[in-house]
């Protein structure tokens, strides 16, 4: 958690930072919907690294308290994950420049990260990816805590693919690149397939 990009707090483990590298570079989206900025380091580096992969992608980020941050080719709104009808219309959803990457990093929540997979189901298509961080409280942070965010990530990304994994999977060639879930993001890279 204490780590920097251009001097920016940005809340990224090494691991993730090099499996969204090489996501990205196959992926290479034109849009990319982040839910949490927090201090607005991670939208800055997704923003760099798609402008030197020759990517011409535009940034939303959304936050509850969004950053004064000002960073090229990224927007920053107020808005919250679980109601994000409010923040993202349908006409802009509808005009947004594809393919779509949305990366879902607000409160660990279990409704909120349940409410974000569910507001972008609508709108991912066969090929998208939705990248559900921080499945990792578990194990950081231990059972008490999981419990008071209702079984957090983990539970919302199981109950989501209970109703909808016939349209998704887990990137288990992603979670297990470096070792089994080796990552912040356990079980957490899910790739639309239908
Ligand atoms: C883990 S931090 C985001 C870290 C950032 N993406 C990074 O990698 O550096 C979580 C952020 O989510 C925001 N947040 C909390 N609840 C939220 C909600 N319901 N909707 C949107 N953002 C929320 C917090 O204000 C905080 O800034």
Same mark, same amino acid.
């Given at each position: ?67 004064? &941050?000002? /960073?090229? %080719? ?6 919250? =994950?679980?109601?994000?009808? $409010?923040? +993202? ?40 990816? &939705?990248? /559900?961080? %921080? ?6 942070? =231990?059972?008490?805590?999981? $419990?008071? +965010? ?42 639309? /397939?239908?």
């Amino acid at each position: 958690m204490r780590y920097t990009y251009k001097g920016v707090p940005t809340y990224k483990n090494p691991f993730d930072l090099a499996l969204y590298q090489m996501l990205l570079w196959q992926q290479k989206p034109r849009t990319l919907i982040e839910i949490g900025s927090k201090w607005g380091g991670s939208a800055l580096w997704f923003a760099d690294i798609l402008r030197s992969f020759g990517v011409d992608c535009v940034i939303h980020s959304i936050d509850i308290t969004p950053p004064s &941050i000002s /960073v090229q %080719d990224v927007t920053f709104h107020r808005g919250d =994950g679980r109601n994000l009808a $409010a923040t +993202l219309p349908a006409d802009l959803m509808e005009n947004l420049p594809r393919p779509m990457f949305v990366i879902e990093d607000a409160d660990h929540h279990c409704e909120t990260t349940l409410a974000v997979l569910r507001f972008f189901d609508r709108w991912l298509v066969a090929g998208e990816y &939705i990248v /559900v961080e %921080d499945g990792i409280v578990d194990d950081l942070y =231990g059972p008490e805590y999981v $419990a008071r +965010l209702m079984g957090g990530p983990r539970r919302a990304v199981e109950l989501f693919l209970r109703d909808r994994g016939q349209d998704y999977e887990i990137d288990t060639g992603l979670c297990d690149h470096f070792g089994t879930n080796v990552t912040w993001n356990v079980n957490g890279y899910l790739r639309r /397939v239908r």
